[in-house]
């Protein structure tokens, strides 16, 4: 059985740090590109990092410089660590595969930054 169970999401200050942590069984992992995506109130879905299976990583220009991602191809999951966090940044994050969202999605994970 697929599942993709995202966690690590909370409320934070502006300028501090989360983990989010990706979860998953039943899915194709270790020949995939994997990534993080979140999507605003209002706004549309968008890709905010990816690793591929040579641990090459993009980021979207927004995140740059702030945010980590990383793989366990072990484990099975995914890991995004944020840093200098900004109100901007606040969302609901959701990880899959890139480009093609290829597993079910998850419930995702709650990010709120706010002072």
């Known amino acids: 059985q697929v599942q993709v169970v995202e966690s690590g999401g909370g409320l934070v200050q502006p300028g501090g740090s989360l983990r989010l942590s990706c979860a998953t069984s039943?899915?194709?992992?270790?020949?995939?590109?994997v990534a993080w995506y979140r999507q605003a109130p209002g706004k549309e879905r968008e890709l905010v990092a990816a690793a591929s299976t040579g641990g090459i990583t993009n980021y979207a220009d927004s995140v740059k410089g702030r945010f980590t991602i990383s793989r366990d191809n072990a484990k099975k999951a995914v890991y995004l660590q944020m840093n200098s966090l900004k109100p901007e940044d606040t969302a609901v994050y959701y990880c899959?595969?890139?480009?093609?969202?290829?597993?079910?999605w998850g419930q995702g994970t709650q990010v709120t930054v706010s002072s």
């Open positions: 039943g899915v194709i992992f270790s020949g995939v590109n």
């Open positions: 899959n595969t890139a480009p093609n969202r290829i597993w079910k």
